[in-house]
């Protein structure tokens, strides 16, 4: 059986501040001149804090940060999603690059080959490295070499530049060319590491 959990409010507190549009609640109480008070916000079980205060003022300057902090991280949080919402920039043919690993450095390429309002589809890319003629630890992608099948991704604009989510751990961000050579671009090679 599941306990459901409830915010603990002692019985002798009553309701200093509600504020249902930040989800705000603070009690608290006053004893011998000394206040003790309690906040919650949200839809959390645990405080925020639970203190004792010598003074009403410095109760209400606590409560006044905490309106302010719980204010700015909502404008935080919807600027942040708006950004990331903005219409991409995306086209068919670039590619994205993907670098991951904890005691290695694995890279892996995707190249667009759809585009929609707020998605593209992208195929995993072959890469070149040593064979091809780059230095032990390098790569770079090799563009219309498919590896694998295709893959719809939603496209996060956050930071202004393009990036989806490959794996739950790693994103991939678009690679600018530094050349092109006939139709073909040209790409800065990239850091990988492995054991032998």
């Known amino acids: 059986m599941r306990v459901e959990k409830t915010r603990y409010i002692p019985p002798n507190y ?9 989800g705000l609640e603070v009690h608290g109480s006053e004893v011998n001149g ?10 959390r079980t645990k405080s925020h804090w639970h203190y004792s205060f010598k003074t009403k003022e410095r109760l209400d300057a606590s409560i006044a940060d905490l309106v302010n902090g719980i204010k700015a991280s909502k404008d935080l949080k919807a600027r942040l999603k708006a950004e990331r919402l903005q219409p991409h920039d995306v086209k068919v043919g670039e590619v994205f ?6 005691d290695q450095t694995n890279v ?50 956050l930071g202004g530049s393009p990036s989806v989510k490959i794996y739950e751990f790693a ?7 530094i050349a092109t050579v006939g139709d073909k671009p040209v790409f800065s090679s990239s850091y990988f590491s492995y054991y032998a």
């Open 97 to 102: 690059r993907c670098s991951w690993g904890y």
């Open 34 to 43: 000394k206040w003790y008070a309690i906040a919650y916000s949200g839809k």
């Open 14 to 22: 009553h309701p200093l501040l509600q504020d249902p549009a930040l």
């Open 171 to 177: 994103n991939a961000y678009r690679m600018k060319p």
């Open 108 to 157: 892996d390429f995707f190249e667009v080959v759809a585009v929609g309002n707020s998605t593209i589809d992208i195929r995993p890319i072959a890469q070149m490295s040593e064979e091809t003629g780059f230095m032990a630890g390098q790569c770079a992608p090799k563009v219309g070499v498919y590896i694998g099948e295709t893959m719809r991704k939603r496209v996060s604009m």
